[in-house]
């Protein structure tokens, strides 16, 4: 009777996937999803938005945690190609970035929530002969480019849904990377 409820307990913790590890990795930011960044984004107008106004929308380097504080130089370098083609395409709040030298500040923020999580049999992701991790998640990444109070330039890009799956499979489970480990003398 013992052997039996020991081979039970023993094949009930091999398919427990909740035994598996997980992780999260989440920006501490106003927004909770994507599209909620991308709203607060978009009411920001060039020339038109003021910093206070910026602040009040979640973008604001002194509250809001993770901005990064650009120098004009880096405003610049991320947003002209390099090297550059035609002048008469660079945005014309670039172009005033450059010509005010430091007077112009730019405010870099990447909000994003990632997890990930394996799934699969415990017993053959514990022993490295099949490990399934999926990650789900978004990534939003603003740039504002601000004169004077103004904001004189704006750009976004990010992943409104991300849904990744890496399965790897090791036949020699264990035994897999001591093939690796071990030196082979000559």
Partial sequence: MKKLLLILTSLQICACSSMLPSAKQ????????????????????PFVTTMQTVREL???????????????????????PSPLQDSASIPKGIVDCMRVQEGCVGYLMEPSKID???????LLDFL????????????FSALIVVIDD????KQ???????????????????????GETLKVAP
């Fill in 58 to 80: 979640g973008f604001d380097p002194y509250k809001t945690a993770n901005m990064k504080v650009l120098n004009q130089a880096q405003v610049v370098n991320a947003v002209l």
């Fill in 128 to 139: 490295n002969f099949r490990r399934n991790t999926v990650t789900t998640g978004w990534k």
């Fill in 150 to 153: 103004k904001v004189v330039y």
């Fill in 116 to 122: 990930q999580k394996r799934e699969g049999s415990f």
């Fill in 156 to 178: 976004w890009d990010g992943q409104p849904k991300i849904e990744t799956s890496d399965q790897r499979t090791n036949p020699l489970g264990p035994l897999q990377s001591m």
């Fill in 26 to 45: 989440a920006v501490n930011t106003p927004w909770s999803d994507f599209e909620g960044a991308k709203r607060s984004y978009d009411q920001i107008t």
